[in-house]
């Protein structure tokens, strides 16, 4: 609703709103649609029985053919439940630091309405996909969140930098849809072929097993690929899916786009990596569970690119200077972790994780935009160190949030990355499961050793900004600060809906603690890992020795022997240089694809098709044709002679007499 009065007032009023309203209107939607949101889980929670906590509302029927409909209809049920207070909850949040944020930066004084309009629509596009009963409808909030993601990175516009990294971030979106387009495809027709042509989540789970053992035959130029010459329907319908999950969450090699959505405002990228978008990819194959159990070839993809993306986002995260970027290479490591826990089957798992990061995640983004306030817009975090003296309420926030995507106990980092490393650890049916869970462990210490760097660099030591900045360095309004209040303590707490039952026990006597995962395990189809409690301690112990290792490592050079830094830089150059510049991977996709492509389209498509035929035979020729006609007819009349106008206005007059006689 806000998202459309203030687009519709924009648009035929072409003047912006009063700034209350516009605030009203902006904070208020989302606000009141987490409300609702409470108000329906709860009664999903408590009025419905277990095993049929669902219920569909069938608005209209959308498409008919034959025996197929699909309707626009909208389905809540643990899963999408869980998404919509996430969605709902940190997206209230974010909103109302928008209006610290953005009354604050004056660099569109003029776009604040525009802003609220787009951050709406962002929010509303994300529900759509969470909700929707069917794989078109999910389809449009994907492409809905695509949008929004391309008009907020790209919001500053008049800045080409800005311009182009909402560009890439549309364009490499659009790489991944493709392949998620072929993956609806390949469902449907399989469904389709088996008798049952429907494309609704829970029609399909009760079907698939109709389709299970269909198989397709491969191109003799795929004949390199594991299980060649046939694979089952599912397994590639699964895999197709997964590229648009690659695209929309930001793994391998989809990723690119992500780290440069970082030229919007801090709000958006906290939107972005935190309550929407980045969670797509993940929210869409948990809802697909059905499929990716029964197509292990796609399951065990899922799980080592999750892995392989987690552990080399992590690493470039440690050589990034900028206070946003390393934020953001963070989410595409933890996205990571997110679609390792789904690819060896612990689906509640990730989405457990799914909650808890966009808790701390929010929490980051929006003390590192409260920070990049405070030193008038610098992000290099090598120019700042010494905040917590001048900011106080962001340090101890942004530390929460520190600790909590470090996997410190008891915060709520810790119960879910322990939840996905057990549950990798037990995958014993996974190809490699031990190497994805070596992968995990050393991802946590290298998580924690960046974060801490971070943090140290930010806010400890002395001050390296310039004395004309250090006098102008001050703590954010409240209007900045309770959300990230509100945000710390849900990093704190969040945690205890998902505690182990090992935990519950040993600490409160409770066998069944984990009431998320009972929750969720009504949609999603997880499998089973059975490890001892003594064992799960002692696992969970490992994960937080090696992420105290990294963080105490962080300690050592960035606070106690900050001299060490440039000696080990220098020692590792080659090494440094690499992951500094990213593996050079944007430089690979230049040189590899965007530059050809470039070269294509403006040696053919422009001075070929567009130049010579379009335009010289197309719009040119035909505009000529006409000329030539109209040339040659119009001499044959306009001759210049009195006596042929009066033959013709005579020969005309008889003619008209003559039809006005024969209708008489």
Not at 178 to 191: K, N, P, S
Not at 231 to 246: D, M
Not at 379 to 408: C, D
Not at 577 to 593: G, I, T
Request: hydrophobic share 55%; aromatic share 14%; charged share 10%.
């Amino acid at each position: 609703m806000g998202a459309l009065v203030s687009g519709l007032w924009l648009i035929f009023a072409r003047q912006e709103l009063p700034r209350p309203l516009v605030i009203g209107l902006g904070c208020g939607a989302p606000m009141l649609s987490f409300a609702l949101s409470v108000r329906e889980v709860f009664r999903l929670a408590t009025a419905f029985p277990a095993g049929e906590r669902f219920f569909i509302d069938n608005l209209y029927t959308w498409i008919s053919a034959g025996d197929f409909h699909a309707e626009l209809s909208f389905l809540l049920d643990p899963l999408s439940a869980v998404m919509i207070l996430v969605v709902t909850g940190v997206g209230s949040l974010i909103h109302i630091y928008s209006v610290g944020y953005m009354r604050e930066d004056h660099r569109d004084d003029r776009g604040f309405q525009r802003f609220f309009c787009y951050l709406n629509l962002f929010t509303f596009a994300m529900l759509v996909l969470v909700l929707g009963d069917n794989l078109l409808v999910l389809f449009v909030g994907w492409e809905g969140v695509g949008l929004c993601s391309y008009l907020l990175i790209g919001f500053w516009y008049l800045d080409d930098h800005n311009a182009m990294c909402g560009q890439k971030a549309f364009i490499v979106n659009r790489i991944g849809d493709f392949g998620f387009l072929l993956g609806i495809f390949l469902l449907f027709w399989a469904f389709f072929e088996a008798g049952h042509p429907t494309i609704e989540f829970y029609a399909m789970r009760e079907h698939v097993g109709l389709v299970a053992e269909r198989t397709v035959t491969l191109p003799a130029w795929l004949g390199f690929l594991p299980g060649f010459p046939t694979w089952t329907l599912l397994t590639l319908a699964g895999l197709c899916l997964f590229v648009g999950a690659c695209g929309k969450s930001a793994q391998l090699p989809l990723y690119v786009w992500l780290p440069d959505a970082m030229a919007g405002p801090t709000p958006v990228s906290a939107l972005i990596h935190a309550a929407t978008m980045v969670t797509a990819g993940v929210y869409m194959v948990c809802r697909l569970s059905f499929v990716y159990s029964l197509a292990p070839g796609a399951s065990a993809t899922i799980a080592w690119v999750g892995g392989l993306t987690a552990i080399f986002a992590a690493t470039i995260a440690i050589c990034q200077k900028d206070i946003k970027k390393i934020l953001a290479y963070s989410t595409v490591s933890q996205l990571g972790y997110m679609f390792l826990a789904a690819g060896v089957g612990s689906y509640s798992a990730a989405m457990f994780h799914l909650m808890t990061h966009a808790f701390f995640k929010a929490l980051l983004f929006l003390g590192a935009g409260a920070v990049i306030f405070g030193m008038q817009h610098e992000q290099n975090i090598e120019k700042m160190g010494g905040l917590r003296r001048y900011m106080p309420w962001t340090h101890w926030t942004f530390l929460i949030g520190v600790l909590a995507i470090s996997g410190a106990p008891p915060l709520s980092g810790f119960f879910s990355k322990d939840e996905i490393l057990l549950g990798v650890y037990a995958a014993h049916a996974m190809p490699g499961h031990m190497a994805l869970w070596w992968i995990g462990l050393v991802t946590a210490g290298l998580t924690a050793f960046y974060m801490f760097r971070l943090y140290f660099l930010t806010f400890s030591g002395a001050s390296r900004a310039p004395m004309q900045l250090q006098t102008r360095i001050r703590e954010q309004p409240v209007v900045i600060l309770m959300p990230l209040f509100l945000l710390a303590g849900l990093a704190i707490v969040g945690g205890l809906v998902g505690l182990p039952d090992a935990y519950g026990e040993a600490l409160f006597s409770l066998p069944s603690s984990n009431s998320l995962h009972y929750f969720l395990d009504e949609s999603v189809v997880s499998a089973t890992h059975v490890v001892p409690p003594a064992r799960e301690f002692a696992l969970a112990g490992l994960a937080v020795l090696i992420a105290a290792g990294g963080a105490f490592f962080a300690v050592f050079l960035y606070y106690y022997r900050t001299d060490l830094v440039p000696r080990v830089t220098a020692a590792l150059r080659p090494l440094y240089q690499l992951v500094w510049r990213k593996y050079y991977v944007d430089e690979l996709y230049s040189l590899a694809v965007v530059r050809p492509l470039v070269r294509i389209s403006d040696a053919f498509l422009y001075r070929t098709i567009d130049v010579r035929i379009i335009d010289r035979l197309g719009v040119d020729g035909t505009a000529g044709f006409v000329r030539g006609v109209a040339d040659r007819g119009l001499k044959l009349v306009q001759t210049g002679l009195m006596q042929s106008y009066v033959f013709v206005m005579l020969l005309g007059s008889v003619l008209l007499i003559a039809y006005l006689v024969g209708g008489l």
